[in-house]
């Protein structure tokens, strides 16, 4: 008799596998998507990114940025894919400070490793400014793309290929009025 219920508790295990594995699945899910928010600060965390990768951050001229829009990850990492993004800092051709800064890489290396804590869909925040360079004149109209993984700014990268072609830009004051 003792036999037969080992046989019994082997084959109700055996069978609820498949549900606790699916439950464990769905709480992975659901805690991801809770995770991959934004905050109400986001562009906070983006002030302080350009703050510390512009080498000159003030008089910023005709700045502006759309709303966090949800994105797939895959059309995120192609943004990612242009060969303009060389040099890794939002200031890479006028000669910006560059490197690592809290919350996030620049030229978009870290994408691959937030998937995989997040996976799916990424905020980003779409903008466009006239920064100064190096030498104290303005470099023209630049495009960035920030993405933002478990609500927090995780990249930025220039000139994002095809992401930010439809948004749609309000001013921003915010970056206009950064100082030193």
């Known amino acids: 008799m003792s036999n037969s219920r080992g046989s019994a508790k082997r084959c109700l295990r055996a069978a609820s596998w498949p549900l606790v594995s699916s439950v ?8 991801s998507r809770s995770r991959n928010n934004i905050r109400r600060n ?9 703050h510390g990768s512009l080498s000159d951050p003030t008089k910023i001229r005709e700045a502006a940025i759309a709303d966090p829009v949800l994105k797939p990850v895959n059309e995120i990492r192609q943004s990612f894919g242009s060969a303009d993004n060389s040099g890794g800092s939002a200031d890479s051709s006028s000669g910006g400070r560059g490197g690592r800064k809290r919350g996030g890489r620049s030229g978009g290396s870290d994408i691959n490793a937030s998937e995989r804590n997040f996976p799916g869909e990424r905020y980003v925040v779409c903008v466009r400014y006239n920064a100064k360079g190096l030498d104290g004149h303005y470099t023209g109209v630049k495009p960035g793309m920030a993405v933002y993984a478990g609500g927090r700014f995780n990249d930025f990268t220039e000139h994002p290929k095809g992401t930010c072609d439809q948004a749609e830009f309000k001013p921003f004051p915010e970056l206009e009025k950064l100082s030193r």
């Open 24 to 31: 464990v699945q769905a709480r992975r899910i659901a805690r």
């Open 42 to 50: 986001y562009k906070a965390e983006l002030l302080q990114y350009f």
